[in-house]
């Protein structure tokens, strides 16, 4: 690539003689700057992945009828709260804390800054002591804390999606407030805090398990249990269509999730300062773009095939599911891998949908597929194109899926038994945001306005 | 945390030699590299910042009725484009030029790179002596510019919503200008630019005051000299509803608001290039998060105490009062302390919008609650929990907000003596989409177009 | 500017000795250090232009009418991901693969990560060696492929929005295919791949012409082989509006589009490790912001003259005509330059517009007056405000743009012989949504859900 000028001239600047000294290791970074690094890349790609939040509310705001809009909406920005509060009050020290192996980290509450850190910040001079004590970890703690929780919001926001138009708001902030507290920390600690997954070789490197099926299959159990939509399965079999009342901001969502997600994948090098590092990052970004680029390609095809149509809402699925399908292991260093990967992503995903359809689990934005169908695949496809053993992948799967259908079931019924998951028929009929919020989403349009 | 694999492999690749003679020094970041990390990280927050604009623009949109929305799109983007030009002719001089522990900078106009940056731009050779000139100022000085601007515009953005549906388009931008470029200026001076309230020891960190408060009092000022919408307020002393015609873009507009306070308040750590900066920078961005979340969550619990019900637009007011509220100081070394204040901002909100109702001062998006009252609230809160003085935060807030009353109510008179600031009844009635700009911003919606 | 507090006592840690052996030298920015910041560039500012891909379709989304909003949602995804497998087939090494002064690159398949980062990669051991291996390249393989990516993606957006509401889904999408593939890096290698344009002089920053004319000219031949939408012009020469269906999403489009400008010109500095980088990198911002508002604030001032009413949609168009403008040349010295540079260019949207109306060019969105008419004006202004000669710059411009003229008209010509371009008369009363895609895009609000 020529488009440059005069660059790295600064380098010319490099004294022969700190050259003859120190050697080719004066051309490295150094640990501060590594620490310094690591941990911008922290923050930067975990606002990147905070966005995502933004990205499924919008898609699941255009998914739904515009009587459950308003409702969604609150859903996701009440998740996205309390997955931030319950990951500080006790998540992360159950995922990260003394694991060693084991199946679950401290009951410690509350994370907060390093002791070295306090002490830097709080010294009255930078000393060389309190700087190497706080780059001795490598990044900076908070800067970590942020990255791990924007992504147990994540596994929160599929969940509501598939839930839209019947639950009520708070029986699922509260099973929210299980999930993001206990639930996905627990099997986080088995992978990623270095529990007994990761020792027996399980890899996933962004979460295709962890994140994303883990979030499929918690939906997918109270999916199950809260039943379809009123209407949505005639008694013939036949399946209503209740298309989603505004497209173009679900095709908004869609590209703030791909987006997102180069945050989600990009970020989960989890460091940045070396060479190595970056280099190593560059290709986990390009895979991400192609494995979703894959997958709205052969959703398109599918749906042309399948439907002599091309639909806009299986092409948007088609995205999602191809960077599902990569983020277990986006480190492919052969890129047409990536294509593949994503493009069986969005075929299996034009299959689920109509399926799970047939066996009558409503899932309004087609998150199950999406997510748990993808997170499957990609997790799989570890074994198949890069370095993970199959059957070790499959193995974490299949305990991974286990444990997240009891604990989330045991939940969903608790809260059913305790309180109702699920709004009277009347007001599903009326619409959640008039009758759990009392407003309207767009009461000056169509036939949204009408119905007042 | 554990799940990366093979880094700083590089690191050990220092040579030995290298570091017995430079010592602990040799692994420190070197002042070129501190410059760029610096440098970058204004433009990486300050782009975020920016984005804050088309946040803005969202919930505005949302917030009001479909015949006004197109010119609250209009009024947005023009505020946007007016402070950057104001803050390039005038303003950043007055806020940050020979202010001297003074009230003001200096007059001069226009704001170019530095001449060491020229002189390196323009050199055949970038020697270490160009190179250490322009590295003494350990930042880009058009970087800290472009970071300085964005909130400049912040500032404008919270005046507009206030305001909506009945002013004018051209005396608004008008008092946009000078706000930018003269009134919000002089009062940065004060703090920022190391005048008489920085030498007093008043402390805000992002802007709790002055930038968020700011917005807050011009917008109040407005909305008292300007009156309420027709019909807001029955002559029985009832409080008409005018509901928002898209809560969704609302909520994105919330979302994206949030998205860009990780640069509003990280970014305004001011540097990267350290460890101790960074770890700081990431305490700012947790508490920032956590902040937000305390306001949802208060703001929910609040609407159903109150009403029953939970609101959502109380629900986005809480996320951003929680953000205002920590913006003075989200440096906090103990998460906890974070959400509280969050939280504190998100009652507040819920407080002071039925409040300001009843006072019959017509906010149309809750500008003046989010902003101004949470604004009041962090900055004291930084003589709570933070480091300030109680009183010398109160008596920063009561001289800025008295100079801002003052000099936002004289710009407000005088435009309304000289041109007018409201639309007619006629026209307020018809939309100021309609009147003001000859289009619609839904033409083919619902009642929207009924009214054709 | 005073806001921080204890930034660099860092850099006070120097240790005396190593400053006496290296000399200044020492506080230079690494070669190692320098990589990452490069690459990670490519990735910050590749994902801002990667965002540009949602800007123009909830720009094209809300220009539209509603029936055909679905569709064009449909085909900007599309485009966006077929760029990116085109791009990785074929584009890359056709622009930038041995182009050596001449007018083609290679003609070989795949790009994937250098021999050198495959061997750091998957060392035992990262060795000095391999690592300066990497380094000597200046930044990772695949950050700029990244990077250069969505450059390709940019210009196959500008093209849909022209065509919109009357082109079929699939001929529409094969044109991408060549565009991306064949047509766009070709002409590429000519500048930025180092052929025969760049060595005659031919300057462009970040793609006036490279990239906004370009997909500019495509879009020009497009319109006129495929016509006017149907009732677009009267037989009397009357020209009939059919106004954008949501403003407000063409709003947030805009605003979109700005903020990833920043990576658009930004990120084209190609460098971020040395002050010298990243000082002009902060240039480049401020000149990209400080254009799209000259833009803004031109175009407003020309529709309140000529029309007596603001247009919003002329303010958004003169916001993109801005950025358009200064991106061949974002590199002005003297910022004042760069809001003239812009404000001719929002000048030259507000005329241009019904220009093309006369000639009965049917532009959806204003692309070619935005994106073609500006790319022009951009390119010659570095010929007169830049370092560049003002023929050399015309000449660029020509060649170009006769180029891509026979190209694409070939291809739209082959398109229309071998299965036809344009929707039967029929299916474009009902709508594209409809009629391609078999759904509607709001199907509950207004108008829209009426004509079902």
Redesign the interface.
């Known amino acids: 690539?020529?488009?440059?000028i005069?660059?790295?001239?600064?380098?010319?600047?490099?004294?022969l003689?700190?050259l003859a000294?120190?050697?080719?290791?004066?051309?490295?970074?150094?640990?501060?700057?590594?620490?310094?690094?690591?941990?911008?890349?922290?923050?930067?790609h975990?606002?990147?992945v905070?966005?995502m939040?933004?990205g499924f509310?919008?898609l699941e705001?255009?998914l739904v009828?515009?009587k459950n809009?308003?409702?969604i909406?609150?859903k996701?920005?009440?998740l996205?709260?309390?997955a931030?509060?319950m990951y500080?009050l006790i998540g992360y020290h159950l995922m990260?804390t003394n694991?060693d192996g084991g199946w679950i980290g401290s009951f410690s509450i509350?994370?907060?800054?390093s002791d070295a850190?306090?002490a830097?910040?709080?010294a009255e001079?930078?000393?060389?002591e309190l700087?190497?004590a706080?780059?001795a970890n490598?990044y900076?703690?908070?800067?970590?804390?942020?990255f791990?929780?924007v992504f147990v919001a994540t596994a929160a926001s599929i969940v509501s999606g598939t839930l839209a138009e019947r639950i009520k708001?708070w029986p699922f902030l509260i099973f929210v407030v299980v999930l993001t507290g206990i639930i996905y920390p627990i099997q986080g600690s088995w992978v990623?805090?270095?529990g007994f997954l990761?020792e027996r070789g399980f890899s996933d490197f962004a979460g295709s398990t962890l994140v994303h099926s883990v979030g499929g299959w918690a939906a997918l159990v109270g999916a199950i249990i809260l039943g379809p939509r009123k209407g949505k399965y005639g008694p013939d079999g036949r399946v209503n269509p209740m298309?989603?009342?505004?497209?173009?901001?679900a095709?908004?969502g869609?590209?703030?999730l791909?987006?997102g997600w180069?945050g989600f994948n990009?970020g989960?090098?989890?460091?940045?300062?070396?060479?190595?590092?970056?280099?190593?990052?560059?290709?986990v970004?390009?895979n991400t773009?192609?494995a979703?680029?894959?997958g709205?390609?052969a959703a398109?095809l599918m749906t042309q095939v399948i439907?002599k149509?091309?639909?806009?809402?299986m092409?948007?699925n088609g995205?999602i599911a191809g960077l599902v399908s990569i983020t277990a292991g986006p480190d492919l260093?052969?890129?047409?891998l990536a294509?593949i990967v994503g493009a069986i992503g969005g075929v299996l995903v034009v299959l689920a949908i109509p399926l799970l359809d047939k066996l009558k689990i409503d899932d309004v934005v087609g998150a199950i597929s999406a997510h748990l169908v993808a997170g499957i695949w990609g997790t799989l496809a570890v074994g198949i194109f890069g370095s993970g053993s199959f059957f070790t992948q499959l193995y974490g799967i299949v305990v991974i899926g286990i444990y997240t259908v009891i604990a989330s079931g045991i939940v969903w019924f608790a809260l059913k038994a305790l309180m109702g998951i699920r709004v009277s028929d009347e007001e599903e009929e009326t619409g959640l945001d008039r009758s759990?919020?009392?407003?309207?989403?767009?009461?000056?349009?169509?036939?949204?306005?009408?119905t007042v």
């Not at 051309?27 to 620490?35: D, I, P, R, S």
């Not at 759990?436 to 009408?450: I, K, M």
Request: aromatic residues 14%.
């Open positions: 690539m020529i488009r440059s005069k660059t790295f001239l600064t380098l010319a600047a490099v004294g003689l700190g000294i120190a050697g080719p290791a004066y051309a490295a970074v150094t640990e501060e700057t590594a620490f310094v690094f690591n941990s911008f890349s922290f923050l930067v975990g606002f990147l905070m966005w939040a933004a509310a919008m705001a255009g009828r515009t809009t308003a409702t909406c609150l996701n920005i009440a996205y709260s309390l931030g509060i500080y990260y694991v509350l994370y907060n800054p850190e306090l830097l910040l709080n001079e930078a000393t060389d700087i190497g706080v780059t490598s900076a703690s908070m800067s970590d804390w942020f791990q929780m708001v990623w805090g270095g990761a298309p989603g009342a505004n497209l173009p901001l095709t908004l869609t590209f703030v791909w987006f180069f990009g989960s090098q989890l460091a940045l300062g070396s060479a190595l590092d970056v280099s190593a990052m560059a290709i970004y390009v773009n192609l979703a680029a894959g709205v390609v398109m439907y149509k091309i639909d806009l809402t092409a948007l995205a260093q052969y890129h047409l294509i759990e919020l009392g407003l309207e989403a767009y009461p000056e349009f169509g036939r949204g306005s009408q």
